[in-house]
């Protein structure tokens, strides 16, 4: 297990950009593959990116393909979600997980942070 805290979120316009940030605590950081889930009001989470242990394999939801970047950093036991273009349909609480396999699929995580409002205007 790992605790994981999101920072980042925030109110912005739609085309603008913003940078999430899950900081972990804990040894084994490094070897987990890492993800990022959004839920709306009302509406199911959603897997957004993902990510795995050493950084050079990321998968995307179709949604924020070419929008988003995913990153980590193992020295620093962060990782980053890099959203630029922002629509208002990216409205939601973003959270960021760890995972003992890299999945889109929720179950599939162990641990998760408390989540970041990020707000698009239109």
């Known amino acids: 297990q790992v605790q994981l805290v999101e920072s980042g979120g925030g109110l912005v316009q739609a085309g603008g950009s913003l940078r999430l940030s899950c900081a972990a605590s804990?040894?084994?950081?490094?070897?987990?593959?890492m993800g990022w889930f959004r839920q709306a009001p009302g509406k199911e989470r959603e897997f957004v990116a993902a990510?795995?242990?050493?950084?050079?394999?990321?998968w995307y939801a179709d949604s924020v393909k070419g929008r988003f970047t995913i990153s980590r950093d193992n020295a620093k036991n962060t990782v980053y979600l890099q959203m630029n273009s922002l629509k208002p349909e990216d409205t939601a609480v973003y959270y960021c997980?760890?995972?003992?396999?890299?999945?889109?699929?929720?179950?599939?995580?162990?641990?998760w942070g408390q989540g970041t409002q990020v707000t698009v205007s239109s």
């Open positions: 990510i795995n242990w050493s950084g050079d394999v990321t």
């Open positions: 997980a760890a995972a003992g396999l890299m999945s889109r699929l929720a179950s599939m995580y162990h641990s």
């Open positions: 804990g040894r084994t950081f490094s070897s987990y593959p």
